[in-house]
């Protein structure tokens, strides 16, 4: 389980530390709230994919991902940028999923299916 950052919500955390007139702190983490299993995005990929393969196996022999490292912390909090700007987050895991199809189907996005 992490709090995985959708891409959009990460660009609109950093867009508002830009344009702020200040900051209270120095440092900001951008998690979201939420936490979900990447599994679950590879679940989700596979029903709109049916070609898409994939596992999760820890010390699997030619694994393209590292998923777990010994020095990974917790999750991250948002709640220092949250009660300064507002929540990091506005796409759940369903909903950014949803976004990210929507990308993958306009003319730009038609460009990084597989």
Known sequence: MKNW????D????????LYAEGHRHNTYNLGP????????????LA??????RWS????ADGALV???NPRDGGLLSGSRFASEFGPTARFDLHHAFDDYMEFLESPIGAEFQP
């Open 33 to 44: 709230s939420d936490a979900w299993a990447l599994s679950e995005w590879c679940m989700k």
């Open 5 to 8: 950052q959708y891409s959009r």
């Open 10 to 17: 990460a660009a609109a955390s950093l867009i508002t530390l």
């Open 66 to 68: 590292g998923l777990w």
């Open 47 to 52: 029903k709109r994919f049916p070609a898409f």
């Open 56 to 59: 999760i196996a820890e010390g």
